[in-house]
Every structure is written in structure tokens, then in C-alpha cells.
């Protein structure tokens, strides 16, 4: 039986050393020609030691393939590890490079654990060679550590850095919001009147915002407006009028009153020509004497410095609570657009009328002595008129590109 095995394995040895014959020098390493050479030699281990002896010739030419092939492997093992390394362009990378060559299941540790089938003459030989080739791999790859820790340092110093060269950033010029630029300009068209200029808390009580001008609380009007209450008492005021009466019971009873009330107003509104914050400009004039004629007058007067000496005008009759007779104010541009043109295009700008009785009663002023006017317009319909704008949301929305266009 063991005289059968010898023969067997001579016979695969020969084999096998014919099959190598063209392989051996070759560039490429032939894996599983190594691997068949080293089984055959640990199986020669194991025979007597007079079998051994008749196989000595085949074993050292095997041993001679085995150095050349192991060789050949550690010199291209080499190279392909140092192209890797090179090649990595981060720490993990750089890492998953060793684990290959020099990890456990690495390829130099495999043809490590192959040598305890060497002779003992051949085994010192190759076991410093394949020492060399892991430290000169250790070696690259420390190397190339280093180049990607300052790699990564020098970007980060060229992220972090101050360009000293480059201009200073300058501070960028505001100018006036549109609805402030069209306020000035009604401001200042009422103050070379002689108008002065009052005005009055935003968060108002009930009294000032509805009773006072003649709303009382069972009064129809009030379901004309939408209001931001905060108690039953107080609310966000619905129009800039309680100024006037603030005013009027601050004056003594009777003293002329000549004034404009720009400032915030809230109502319960949100669409493309409505806004639940708003901004209005109301008037008042008080004296002895005053007539529905100096009112148009006065608002004639205003329209066309506002938007020009052509500008039509024409009063509507109609109803607010606090004046009696209430009239709505139309303009029309149409003899800019065709002078010919039948349809005058009419636009309602404001609403006015003379103060009611009760108001004055209401705060302290006798309407037997005295008379007057008050009007109120929004500022945003007049800077929409005056800038050719046509969605009031425009003005809250912070838009820079339409904003820079004032």
C-alpha cells in the first residue's frame, strides 16, 4: 500500500515538473502551480525517510520552482502594493490597502504560512525576502500617511485662510421702502398746507377706535370692519382715526384743528389688493366756518400735486359713521392715455366727508360753533399708483430685487 502511494506521488511530482516547465520566469504569477508544489512537498514530508531520499531530486526542483515562483510573487506583490498606496487618496483607503497585503488574510501572509513546507537550507531565504518586502510596503505606506495628513492640512489652511489682497467689502447704501417714499411725499404735500403732523397708539382701546366717532357698541357699522381684538376692551386699531379724537379732547373745546394721522392699521384681510397690515393717512380740519367746497378744494388740491396737474377728479356720495354728507373720491389719467377716449377709466383713491355732530359732541366740541372736515386714504393703493405696481403683498414680502427698484 505505501509502496503504491510513492509511486503515485512520483509520478504526480514528474508530472507536475513537465506542466511547469514553460511557466517558470513567466511574469505573471501562476498561483495554483505554487500551491500544487507546496501540497506535493508537505505530502513528501510525510513519507519514510528512505521514500524521501528516492525523491530527493524531485523535491529540489521543486524547492527551486517553489523560491522562483514565491520570488517573482513578492517582487510583483511589491509593485502592486506600492501603485495602491499611491494611489489612495484618503486614510481609509490607505488602510484597506495594508489589510490586503499585510492583514491577516493578506497576500504576504499567505505566502508566509506556505514556507514550513521549505527545506530548512531554502526557508532563511525566503523568509528574510518576504520580510524585506513588508517592510519596504510599511514603509511606503507610512510615507503616504504623511503626505495625506499634510494633504489635508494645507486644504484646510487654504479654506481657513484671509485673502489680505483682496478689496474691503463695503456696507451696502439702503434707501426709503417704497410705502415710506410715497408717505413723505403725502406728508409733505399736507405740510405746505400747514398741516401738522400727529400721532397715536397702535394697540387702541374700544373707546377711541369706534365710540368716539360715533360707533357705539350696538352700532351696524361696526360689522363693516373685521378687527384683532386682544381683550373685549382692546384691539389692534382698524384705522388711524382715533387719533382725531385723541386730539380733539387734548385741544381745549373748539380750538381750530389742522392735521394728518399717518401710522398702521389692522384688519382682518389677505388678498392681492388687501392686507391685514396696512398703512393709512386720515385728516382733519377743524374751525368756524368750514364748507364741503374747502374740502374738495383741499383734496383737489393734494391729487393733482400727488399725481399731476391733468388728474380728473370727482366726488361720489356715500356713507361712514363718523361724517355727514360721506363722500368717495374717484381719479382718472385717462388724458394721458387717449384724450379722445370716452370711458375716463375712474379709480377710487380715498373717502371723505364733513365731521358728524356726534363726533363732536363726543369729544368735546360744540358743532353749533364749529365745523369740519375729515378724509383717509391708503398709502399702499397711492404708492401702487405712483410705481406702477399691481400685488400689494409686494410691499411685506422682502423681495430685494423688487425693493432695490426704489
Known amino acids: 500500500m505505501e509502496e503504491r502511494n510513492f509511486q503515485e506521488l512520483k509520478k504526480k511530482a514528474s508530472y507536475l515538473l513537465e506542466s511547469i516547465k514553460e511557466k517558470v520566469g513567466n511574469t505573471d504569477v501562476v498561483l495554483e502551480a505554487r500551491n500544487q508544489m507546496m501540497n506535493l512537498l508537505d505530502d513528501i514530508k510525510k513519507l519514510e525517510k528512505e521514500h524521501q531520499d528516492s525523491l530527493s531530486e524531485f523535491t529540489n526542483v521543486l524547492h527551486a520552482h517553489v523560491m522562483e515562483f514565491m520570488t517573482s510573487d513578492l517582487k510583483h506583490m511589491k509593485e502592486e502594493a506600492s501603485l495602491k498606496i499611491q494611489a489612495a487618496l484618503n486614510e481609509k483607503e490607505l488602510h484597506e490597502v495594508r489589510v490586503a497585503f499585510l492583514g491577516k488574510k493578506g497576500r504576504l501572509t499567505g505566502i508566509l504560512r506556505m514556507m514550513k513546507n521549505l527545506s530548512d537550507e531554502v526557508r532563511p531565504q525566503m523568509g528574510a525576502m518576504a520580510n524585506q518586502i513588508r517592510n519596504e510596503i510599511e514603509s511606503m505606506e507610512s510615507r503616504k500617511?504623511?503626505?495625506?495628513?499634510?494633504?489635508?492640512?494645507?486644504?484646510?489652511?487654504?479654506?481657513?485662510?484671509?485673502?489680505?489682497?483682496?478689496?474691503?467689502?463695503?456696507?451696502?447704501?439702503?434707501?426709503?421702502?417704497?410705502?415710506?417714499?410715497?408717505?413723505?411725499?403725502?406728508?409733505?404735500?399736507?405740510?405746505?398746507?400747514?398741516?401738522?403732523?400727529?400721532?397715536?397708539?397702535?394697540?387702541?382701546?374700544?373707546?377711541?377706535?369706534?365710540?368716539?366717532?360715533?360707533?357705539?357698541?350696538?352700532?351696524?357699522?361696526?360689522?363693516?370692519?373685521?378687527?384683532?381684538?386682544?381683550?373685549p376692551d382692546i384691539l389692534l386699531r382698524t384705522q388711524t382715526s382715533p387719533v382725531q379724537a385723541r386730539i380733539m379732547q387734548r385741544n381745549e373745546p373748539n380750538t381750530p384743528i389742522r392735521m394728518i394721522a399717518p401710522g398702521k392699521v389692522f384688519r382682518w384681510d389677505n388678498d392681492?389688493?388687501?392686507?391685514?397690515?396696512?398703512?393709512?393717512?386720515?385728516?382733519?380740519?377743524?374751525?368756524?366756518?368750514?364748507?364741503?367746497?374747502?374740502?374738495?378744494?383741499?383734496?383737489?388740491?393734494?391729487?393733482?400735486?400727488?399725481?399731476?396737474?391733468?388728474?380728473?377728479?370727482?366726488?361720489?356720495?356715500?356713507?361712514?359713521?363718523?361724517?355727514?354728507?360721506?363722500?368717495?373720491?374717484?381719479?382718472?389719467?385717462?388724458?394721458?392715455?387717449?384724450?379722445?377716449?370716452?370711458?375716463?377709466?375712474?379709480?377710487?383713491?380715498?373717502?371723505?366727508?364733513?365731521?358728524?355732530?356726534?363726533?363732536?359732541?363726543?369729544?368735546?366740541?360744540?358743532?353749533?360753533?364749529?365745523?369740519?372736515?375729515?378724509?383717509?386714504?391708503?398709502?399702499?393703493?397711492?404708492?401702487?399708483?405712483?410705481?406702477?405696481?399691481?400685488?400689494?403683498?409686494?410691499?411685506?414680502?422682502?423681495?430685494?430685487?423688487?425693493?432695490?427698484?426704489?
Open 145 to 231: 500617511k504623511e503626505e495625506l495628513k499634510n494633504k489635508i492640512l494645507m486644504e484646510k489652511i487654504e479654506s481657513e485662510k484671509i485673502d489680505i489682497t483682496l478689496p474691503a467689502r463695503h456696507d451696502r447704501r439702503g434707501h426709503i421702502h417704497p410705502l415710506n417714499k410715497a408717505l413723505r411725499t403725502i406728508v409733505k404735500s399736507f405740510t405746505r398746507m400747514g398741516y401738522s403732523v400727529e400721532e397715536g397708539p397702535e394697540i387702541e382701546s374700544d373707546y377711541y377706535n369706534f365710540y368716539c366717532l360715533n360707533l357705539p357698541k350696538d352700532h351696524p357699522a361696526r360689522d363693516m370692519q373685521d378687527s384683532f381684538y386682544i381683550t
Open 272 to 406: 392681492a389688493t388687501h392686507s391685514p397690515v396696512f398703512h393709512q393717512v386720515e385728516g382733519l380740519v377743524v374751525d368756524k366756518g368750514i364748507k364741503f367746497s374747502d374740502l374738495k378744494g383741499t383734496l383737489e388740491v393734494f391729487l393733482k400735486d400727488l399725481f399731476g396737474s391733468d388728474t380728473r377728479i370727482r366726488f361720489r356720495a356715500s356713507y361712514f359713521p363718523f361724517t355727514e354728507p360721506s363722500a368717495e373720491v374717484d381719479i382718472s389719467f385717462s388724458s394721458r392715455i387717449d384724450e379722445q377716449s370716452d370711458d375716463p377709466n375712474w379709480l377710487e383713491i380715498l373717502g371723505c366727508g364733513m365731521v358728524h355732530p356726534n363726533v363732536f359732541e363726543l369729544n368735546n366740541y360744540d358743532p353749533n360753533k364749529v365745523s369740519g372736515f375729515a378724509f383717509g386714504m391708503g398709502i399702499e393703493r397711492i404708492a401702487m399708483l405712483l410705481y406702477g405696481i399691481d400685488d400689494l403683498r409686494l410691499f411685506y414680502e422682502n423681495n430685494m430685487k423688487f425693493l432695490k427698484q426704489f
